[in-house]
Each structure stands twice: as structure tokens, then as C-alpha cells.
């Protein structure tokens, strides 16, 4: 599911870009899991891209995931799923 990047009740936020194949696969993977989200492009919303830099040391590397506020850089379902149970 893609929501309003507004809205703040999904448990997890996307950073991704329209034209990241990484991005298109881990979303459709979050949609087969039944994961709800919320996707914020980092090419229309730039302002969110220093937390990503912060991050990665000074990359816009997408897809980042914000889990109950840790960075997963291009995480595997798998280790989403981990971190939404712990």
C-alpha cells in the first residue's frame, strides 16, 4: 500500500526515487507481505534527504526504510520483517 507521505500511522516510511529498480522490488515485496507503508520520493520531497546522508555517509542510497525510528539501508524483507517484531 502507498500512502500520503503525510500521513504518519504506517509503521514504516519508504525513502525511495521513481527510478530505483532496488525500491520497485522491495515495495512490491511489502505489498505481497501485507506491510503497510508510506513512500517518500527523495527527488520530490529533497528536504528528507540529509537524514539519509546522515546516515550512509553522505549517499542518497535508496531504499532506506524508518523502522519505529532506526535506518535500514536497502534492507532485505527479511530483515524488515525482523524489525518490525523487535
Known sequence: MIHDPAAASDPITVYS?????????????????????????LDEYPQHAPKIEAKT????TVPTLEVAGDLLVNPSIAQVR?????
Open 17 to 41: 526515487t521513481t527510478w530505483c529498480g532496488h525500491c520497485k522490488r522491495l515495495l512490491r515485496q511489502l505489498d505481497e507481505a501485507g506491510i503497510a507503508y508510506r513512500v517518500i520520493d
Open 57 to 60: 555517509g553522505g549517499y542518497r
Open 82 to 86: 525482523a524489525a518490525l517484531a523487535s
